[in-house]
């Protein structure tokens, strides 16, 4: 990658991370504070809403901060088909592999290829490409591949509501 590429490439990290919002304070442990900020923010909102959120370093010290809300009703009276695309990507196991292997610096797809148990490069790129169709990766050129910074927080919840309760 030239010096330019890289530049370029960090400036556009930059960017998506300053879309991405302000970053979050630390909060107190053993508290709902923001369960009782939104149900503060919600007093008035008949069905009340849902809140994600979260403060996340990887592990080559890249920061992302994120929230996002959404008012029940309106996600209720939506066309949740519309989704489908989004988590059909996430369940492949490889796929996820993938994900976690980029967001811990391994970002292009000679990287990957590299990795035990991952398939042909081709069947990589297959994957890569789904993963791109559905927003949870980009092309950060010359084969190199990268979660968008609004996408590291909401991934990171989507494994998290997998987990067992």
């Known amino acids: ?17 300053l879309e991405a919002g302000p970053s979050v304070p630390e909060a107190p442990q053993g508290t709902f504070w923001a369960l009782e900020g ?7 909102v008949r069905g009340g809403g849902v809140l ?8 080559d ?30 369940g492949h196991g490889l796929r996820l592999r993938l994900l976690r292997e980029i967001l811990g610096g391994r970002a292009s797809a ?3 290829a590299e990795l035990d148990d991952v398939g042909t490069s081709g069947q990589i790129y297959h994957h890569l490409r ?5 927003g949870w990766l980009r092309s950060a050129g010359r084969g190199r ?14 494994l998290t509501t997998a987990r067992p309760a």
């Open 38 to 44: 939104l149900k503060e923010q919600l007093a008035e």
């Open 52 to 59: 994600f959120t979260g403060a996340v370093r990887l592990p």
């Open 61 to 90: 010290d890249r920061e992302y901060a994120w929230q996002y809300a959404a008012l029940t009703d309106e996600l209720l009276a939506s066309d949740w088909t519309e989704a489908a695309d989004a988590f059909a990507a996430l």
């Open 130 to 134: 789904q993963l791109t169709a559905a």
């Open 1 to 17: 990658m030239t010096d330019l590429e890289r530049r370029v490439a960090e400036l556009e990290r930059r960017l998506d991370a």
């Open 145 to 158: 591949y990268e979660v968008p910074a609004g996408r590291v927080v909401p991934l990171l919840v989507a």
């Open 110 to 112: 000679t990287e990957l």
